[in-house]
Nanobody
Framework: QVQLVESGGGKVQPGGSLRLSCAAS????????IGWYRQSPGKMRKLVAGMTRAGSANYDDSVKGRFTISRDNANNVVYLQMNSLKPEDTAVYSCNAARQTPVIENFWGLGTQVTVAA
């Protein structure tokens, strides 16, 4: 059974930092494209950071220079380091693992709440 479990969310003041973790079981994350998504009330879920199997990272413009995605293959964990947080970063953050070969697979975690407020 595949599980992706996020942790590390919470409430932080503007300008603060958080590090989210996504622990995977049942799959080997190095074999998947990994993404961190976020969704706030009334808005569509949006990709904020992604990493290919080869380790290439990409970011939404709204988080470039502030967020960093990384992967610990030995421990099967994906991280999202979030610095200089802004109130508009408030959302539920979820991790996703997907691939199309050898079969199409798409897995989601349940998410972790991040609240940025004074």
């Amino acid at each position: 059974q595949v599980q992706l479990v996020e942790s590390g969310g919470g409430k932080v003041q503007p300008g603060g930092s958080l590090r989210l973790s996504c622990a995977a079981s049942g799959i080997t994350i190095a074999d998947y494209t990994i993404g961190w998504y976020r969704q706030s009330p009334g808005k569509m879920r949006k990709l904020v950071a992604g990493m290919t199997r080869a380790g290439s990272a990409n970011y939404d413009d709204s988080v470039k220079g502030r967020f960093t995605i990384s992967r610990d293959n030995a421990n099967n964990v994906v991280y999202l380091q979030m610095n200089s947080l802004k109130p508009e970063d408030t959302a539920v953050y979820s991790c996703n693992a997907a691939r199309q070969t050898p079969v199409i697979e798409n897995f989601w975690g349940l998410g972790t709440q991040v609240t940025v407020a004074a």
